[in-house]
C-alpha cells in the first residue's frame, strides 16, 4: 500500500468543475456535459515542470451518463509541455468510456488556452464523440483558487507496521472491505493478533467474508497460530496483509489482492490517541480511501476486482468495546466519510452515551477539522449522537457552521454476526455487513440549514453494530 511518499513533503490538491456539450457518434444534436474533478498531486506544482496527478470525480452527460466514480491521470504541463492532459474513465450504463482531452496554453491566448478543453471519447479504442469543455470563469474562478490545498504527505505502508511491543491485554487489528463495482460483492477481510492478559502466549487469527448482491453472506476462519511478527504488517497461517497486497485462504474462500492507497492517513480518533495509546482502543485508516483489484474466490466464484472502492484500517487497544457502532462509506468523486460510536468498557465510562468520532474528508479537507470535535463538544458530552441499533443506525451531530445526519440499515439477510474474544477472555458479537445501506445530509447554515450535499448509498456501505 504503500505510495512512496516522503514523510514531511507537501502535496497539492483542488478542484475543478467544467461545463460543455458533446456529439456522440451517431447522433445529430449536442447533449450536455459537466464535469466536476478532484486532483491530487504528491509533490506541489511547477509550472516550468510536468506534474502528474491522480483525479476522480462525477461526469455527467445528458440523458447518457452519470458516473460518480469516474477515475483517471492528469498531466499538468503549462510551459515545459504547453499542455494540461485529461484522460478519464467513466461508464455509462455498462459501457466503459475513456475521455481524453487537452489544453493547449499558447502564450499569446492564456486565458482561452486555459480555460478551454477539446476532447475525444472513445469506447475500446474507437471514437465515441467529441465535444468541448469550458471552465466558467465568472462562477468558477474563486472556488476553484479557494480549493488549493498543500495537505502535508505521508507514507500509507509506513502505518500497516504492528504495534504490539509484548504488552499482555492487548489487541491489535488489520482490516479491509471494498465493494467490487461489478458484481456489488462487499468483501471483508480481517487480520487479528491477541495478547491475553493473563500473559499467555500472543496469537494471531482472523476471517475472511463475501457478501453477494443476491445470494447468502459466506465465512471462514483462519488461525489461531503463533504469532511470529513481521516489519511491515500481519503475517500467520499463510495470511498476509502488507504494503500493496493482501493474500491468503481461509476454507474454501481465497483471495489475492492488489491494494492502490489514495489520499493520505485519515485518524477517525485523536492522531496523538494512535501515536500513545492512551484511549482505551483507536482507530485509523493508513490511506483514507483505496483501490483494489485481483482475484477473491469462493465455491465455484472466483471475482476479479477492478478499481474495488474501499480501504484498510487499524486498530489497537485493549479490546472490543461495550457497544459500538461502525461505518466506512466510499461517498465517490474521492469523498468518504468515516464513523465509530462506542461505549467504552472502562468504569465511569460504560454508563455514558456513546461517543462518537465522525471524519468527512471531501474536496481534500476533513471535517470537522479536530477529531475531538464530534465526542466533545463546546458544551461537554453529546455533541453528536448516536443511536445505536439493528437493523437501524444514526448518527447526528453538528460543529462549526455545519450538521449532519447519517442513517445506516444493516438488512439481516446481507449482515454476519461473529463473536470476538477479547485478551481478557470476555466476548462480544459484532454484526457486520459489507453491503449495508447508508443515507447522509450534509446541511450549512445560511441564515438557514440548507442542505449543502447529500448522498445515497444502496449496498456499497461496509458497516457494523456490536454489542455484549
Request: aromatic content about 10%; overall charge positive.
Amino acid at each position: 500500500m504503500s505510495t512512496g511518499m516522503r514523510r514531511g513533503t507537501r502535496g497539492t490538491a483542488f478542484r475543478e468543475t467544467m461545463l460543455g456539450t458533446v456529439r456522440l457518434e451517431g447522433e445529430d444534436r449536442a447533449r450536455a456535459v459537466r464535469l466536476e474533478l478532484s486532483a491530487a498531486a504528491d509533490r506541489v506544482l511547477r509550472p516550468r515542470g510536468t506534474t502528474e496527478a491522480r483525479i476522480t470525480g462525477r461526469i455527467r452527460i445528458a440523458g447518457w451518463a452519470d458516473d460518480p466514480c469516474a477515475e483517471g491521470e492528469l498531466e499538468i504541463s503549462p510551459l515545459a509541455g504547453r499542455r494540461i492532459r485529461y484522460r478519464i474513465s467513466f461508464t455509462a450504463g455498462d459501457r466503459r468510456l475513456t475521455f481524453d482531452g487537452w489544453k493547449s496554453v499558447t502564450p499569446r491566448r492564456p486565458l482561452r488556452s486555459m480555460t478551454v478543453l477539446p476532447f475525444t471519447l472513445y469506447e475500446e479504442g474507437e471514437q465515441a464523440g467529441e465535444g468541448m469543455l469550458r471552465f466558467p470563469v465568472t462562477t468558477g474562478l474563486v472556488p476553484f483558487l479557494a480549493s488549493f490545498r498543500f495537505p502535508r504527505q505521508e507514507d500509507a505502508g509506513a502505518h500497516l507496521a504492528p504495534r504490539w511491543n509484548g504488552e499482555p491485554g492487548r489487541t491489535e487489528v488489520w482490516y479491509t472491505t471494498l465493494t467490487d463495482p461489478a458484481t456489488g460483492t462487499g468483501l471483508w477481510l480481517h487480520h487479528e493478533l491477541t495478547a491475553p492478559a493473563d500473559g499467555s502466549e500472543a496469537f494471531a487469527h482472523g476471517w475472511a467474508a463475501v457478501f453477494p448482491k443476491d445470494g447468502p453472506v459466506r465465512h471462514a476462519r483462519f488461525g489461531p497460530a503463533k504469532w511470529t511478527g513481521t516489519g511491515d504488517g500481519f503475517t500467520a497461517d499463510g495470511v498476509t496483509a502488507g504494503p500493496g497486497r493482501l493474500s491468503g485462504s481461509a476454507g474454501a474462500l481465497r483471495w489475492d489482492l492488489a491494494e492502490h492507497a489514495d489520499g493520505t492517513p485519515l485518524f477517525t480518533f485523536p492522531r496523538w490517541s494512535w501515536r500513545r495509546p492512551l484511549l482505551p482502543a483507536a482507530q485509523m485508516l493508513p490511506a483514507a480511501r483505496a483501490s483494489y483489484g485481483g482475484t477473491f474466490s469462493y465455491e465455484n466464484t472466483t471475482l476479479t476486482p477492478v478499481g474495488a472502492p474501499g480501504a484498510s484500517a487499524r486498530i489497537y487497544g485493549h479490546g472490543n468495546a461495550r457497544r459500538w457502532a461502525w461505518l466506512h462509506a466510499d461517498l465517490g468523486a474521492g469523498d468518504v466519510l468515516e464513523i465509530v460510536a462506542a461505549v467504552s468498557m472502562r468504569p465511569g465510562l460504560r454508563r455514558l452515551p456513546p461517543l462518537v468520532f465522525l471524519r468527512l474528508r471531501r474536496g481534500g479537507r476533513t471535517w470537522p477539522r479536530r477529531a475531538e470535535r464530534t465526542a466533545v463538544g463546546w458544551a461537554g458530552f453529546g455533541r453528536f449522537r448516536s443511536a445505536i441499533g439493528l437493523p437501524t443506525w444514526t448518527v447526528t451531530g453538528r460543529a462549526g457552521l455545519r450538521r449532519i445526519r447519517v442513517e445506516v440499515t444493516q438488512p439481516e439477510d446481507r449482515t454476519l454476526a461473529l463473536d470476538y474474544t477479547d485478551p481478557d477472555g470476555s466476548h462480544a458479537i459484532c454484526r457486520n455487513s459489507e453491503s449495508a445501506d447508508a443515507h447522509v445530509l450534509l446541511q450549512r447554515w445560511w441564515g438557514g440549514w440548507r442542505t449543502e450535499a447529500e448522498w445515497t448509498l444502496a449496498g456499497t456501505a461496509h458497516a457494523e453494530v456490536g454489542t455484549r
